[in-house]
């Protein structure tokens, strides 16, 4: 199992040291902001290192995006929003639905992909974080 998950691991780390935090809209950081809100951080530390590292970065990164954006932009994205946002079309969409139910991540990587090389609108304030 780990031989199958290591090549994932350095993707996802090659991909959080790519992420150009300029990029993301600040809606889809405001909704990020929601949900990592809702995560018992003791809880992830106790359970994961691993998950722990990943959501104190996913914490940092929205935090560093929260002080370079004006509050009145600042607000979360509707799931709507989100795939108008990240360019997600209703083919992915309806794929990724259809995934979710079986537990795969291929749909959320579709939009993560969007994200990382920057398909999707990007951010028009382009404030120096």
């Known amino acids: 199992k780990w031989k199958r998950c290591q090549p994932l691991l350095r993707t996802i780390l090659h991909d959080m040291d790519a992420l150009d935090v300029t990029r ?3 809606r889809i950081a405001a909704r990020s902001k929601q949900i990592l809100d809702g995560i018992d951080a003791q809880e992830v530390e106790q359970r994961s290192a691993a998950a ?3 959501y104190e970065w996913g914490v940092k ?3 560093t995006i929260e002080r370079a954006t004006p509050p009145d ?7 709507r929003q989100q795939a108008r946002i990240l360019g997600v079309t209703p083919a992915e969409d309806a794929k990724y639905n259809s995934d979710s139910e079986t537990g795969s991540i ?5 939009a993560s992909s ?3 090389t920057g398909i999707g609108k990007t951010r028009s304030n382009n404030a120096k974080l």
């Not at 932009?73 to 799931?79: E, H, I, Q, T, Y």
């Not at 291929?106 to 579709?110: F, L, N």
Request: hydrophobic share 50%; no cysteine.
């Open 24 to 26: 993301v809209d600040p």
């Open 114 to 116: 969007k994200l990382r």
């Open 73 to 79: 932009r600042f607000k979360p994205a509707s799931v």
């Open 61 to 63: 990164t929205v935090a």
């Open 106 to 110: 291929s749909g959320a990587s579709v």
């Open 52 to 54: 722990f590292a990943f």
